[in-house]
């Protein structure tokens, strides 16, 4: 009787006596091969576990980590089948094709093979992780769509058929219901999937624990990432065509104590940009955004938290912009939309491509208009600020709760406050709300708590209706569809700054930007979006309960 692959395990020493039980049990919990068991756990190196996993298959081991492929050999397999089926051609030997597998019960695709190439075939088991880099690194660029279209696998697909079509629907589902991002948890006993519409979590489905592991382990090969690390944070994109529309997924793996969470968010490629006056600039504050904008040099930062909108809003601004005449140059992370007439460069840290050696290599291209997607250090900060004094419209995002702190966040990071002070021409603040249902909303008389809750004054607006949804099939019973953007804008004038050149406190600049008429706050615009019928009292407060007392 031939060993086991514990046996082997033992026999070598990779692995402990208690760590095998702990992984025999944790294969029994999990309805999995011992072998990912063992890796999952981390009780062993996968190369060892896979080596001693080819010994009891009876099968050659190949390390994909080392040596190059040949073009003439990458060409005997469909990309598709390649990708679809998670195999890899790795060489020809004695006419026979040697194709790698990252599980022994892949061999039953070797008939199925044979009649779609010319060769007879022989199997070399290698590493999950190796063989998911080398499909990634030898497909090339047209990798993401070929994902997507083995996404769409039959029924009949050996063993991942199931998890396959569960991960085509989540997406496919999460698009029709224009969800933000998808959030997949595994813990007390179940998997729970929730995506977040409107900016508000829903809960969509429970799964049985036991999909966990698979799930995620098709999640990660399909963002490119280590599906044996499972206990570090990692984070990965994923490219898809679903419906005919490209979808970007950003993907990050948290471990936790119930096991690794993933959340995914999704950036629809395919649809529209939105205009300034979509996203919520009306007609004093669009006015307002139109005259900082068309300024020949300073920095208009627009800050808020993840999720906020900063980079819809700062593209609607290029958009204004992007003319014949204007040279405008972009460093993101990521490109998240293409733009016909401006040069986007995709930051890539891997290399040293970081926004502040991009920005270093832009100004000698001789640019208009900058786009730096965020200011995270002293570096680009002080980069961007030089633009902006040597005749650049530079544009950016901080991550602060409000406006004027974008001026001590720039001094946190390193900037003198007297190049601060010459530099800055705006700032935006602003917090998605979510935007009443066109088709069941009604108007009601709000009481006066209500109207001095958002800083109005009930003696003023007597007689003024509010708005509310009522919830129907439009919105899914919700009473909202859609989302808009509050605007917090701060301009600087010569008094403040003074003021920041002198690094007076915070609350003092806020308190004299809103004397003199340069900052308009949150709820006010929140109130204006109320009078307007747009969203609810409960929405504006969501995101500005830390403001009181101002009144339109």
């Not at 994909?64 to 089926?85: H, N, R, S, T, V």
């Not at 972009?330 to 293409?338: F, L, M, R």
């Not at 998605?432 to 003696?459: H, N, T």
Request: proline share 4%; hydrophobic share 40%; net charge negative.
């Amino acid at each position: 009787m031939s060993p086991t692959l514990g046996d082997l395990l033992l026999q070598s020493g990779a692995v402990r006596e208690e760590d095998l039980n702990q992984a025999l049990s944790h294969q029994r919990n999990q309805g999995i091969p011992l072998a990912h068991a063992l890796i999952q756990g981390g009780f062993a190196p996968e190369k060892v576990v896979m080596r001693a996993l080819a010994k009891e298959s009876g099968m050659p081991f190949v390390d994909l980590d080392k040596g190059q492929i040949k073009e003439e050999i990458l060409d005997l397999l469909p990309k598709e089948f390649a990708l679809e089926q998670g195999v890899m051609p790795v060489l020809e030997k004695n006419g026979k094709l040697v194709v790698a597998i990252d599980d022994p019960v892949k061999r039953l695709l070797v008939d199925q093979l044979t009649f779609i190439v010319d060769h007879e075939i022989t199997c070399a088991l290698a590493t999950p992780s190796a063989l998911a880099k080398a499909i990634r690194t030898h497909f090339g660029e047209g990798v993401e769509d070929a994902v997507a279209a083995s996404m769409g696998a039959s029924e009949d697909e050996d063993g991942e058929g199931p998890i396959v079509r569960l991960v085509t629907r989540m997406f496919q589902e999460a698009l029709e219901m224009r969800a933000s991002d998808i959030h997949v948890e595994p813990g007390h006993g179940q998997l729970r999937i929730r995506y977040r519409v409107d900016g508000v979590l829903r809960d969509m489905a429970d799964h049985p624990e036991h999909l966990s592991a698979p799930l995620l382990s098709r999640l990660k090969i399909m963002a490119a990432m280590d599906i044996a690390e499972k206990r570090k944070p990692q984070d990965g994109r994923i490219g898809l065509k679903i419906a005919g529309r490209s979808v970007d997924v950003r993907v990050s793996v948290l471990p936790s104590n119930h096991g690794e969470s993933i959340v995914m968010r999704l950036l629809d490629k395919g649809a529209n940009l939105l205009s300034l006056r979509d996203l919520g600039f009306q007609d004093e504050s669009h006015a307002w955004f139109q005259r900082i904008i068309q300024r020949p040099h300073g920095i208009c930062l627009v800050t808020g938290p993840t999720g906020s909108g900063k980079t819809t809003t700062l593209y609607a601004a290029l958009s204004e912009l992007n003319r014949s005449d204007v040279k405008i140059i972009t460093a993101e992370d990521p490109v998240e939309y293409h733009l016909t007439g401006i040069n986007q460069v995709q930051v890539n840290p891997r290399i040293g491509l970081t926004f502040s050696r991009i920005l270093k290599a832009m100004l000698r291209c001789a640019p208009n208009v900058i786009l730096v997607g965020e200011i995270r250090d002293l570096e680009t900060a002080e980069i961007a600020v030089q633009a902006a004094l040597t005749g650049h419209l530079v544009f950016s995002t901080v991550h602060t709760n409000d406006a004027p702190s974008a001026i001590t966040r720039l001094q946190d990071l390193g900037v003198p406050p007297f190049l601060v002070s010459a530099s800055i021409q705006s700032i935006i603040a602003q917090r998605l709300v979510r935007k009443l249902c066109a088709e069941c909303s009604e108007e009601y008389d709000p009481q006066a708590e209500e109207i001095q809750s958002i800083g109005l004054d009930p003696s003023q607006v007597v007689g003024v209706k509010f708005k509310k949804g009522r919830g129907c099939r439009a919105c899914e019973g919700a009473g909202f569809h859609g989302r808009i953007a509050l605007f917090e804008t701060f301009e600087m004038d010569a008094h403040l700054r003074e003021m920041t050149f002198r690094e007076e406190s915070l609350e003092d600049i806020t308190e004299a930007a809103t004397g003199s008429g340069m900052l308009q706050a949150l709820v006010i615009d929140g109130a204006r979006k109320v009078l307007g019928g747009l969203t609810t009292v409960e929405e504006v407060l969501r995101v500005t309960r830390s403001n009181h007392g101002e009144t339109v």
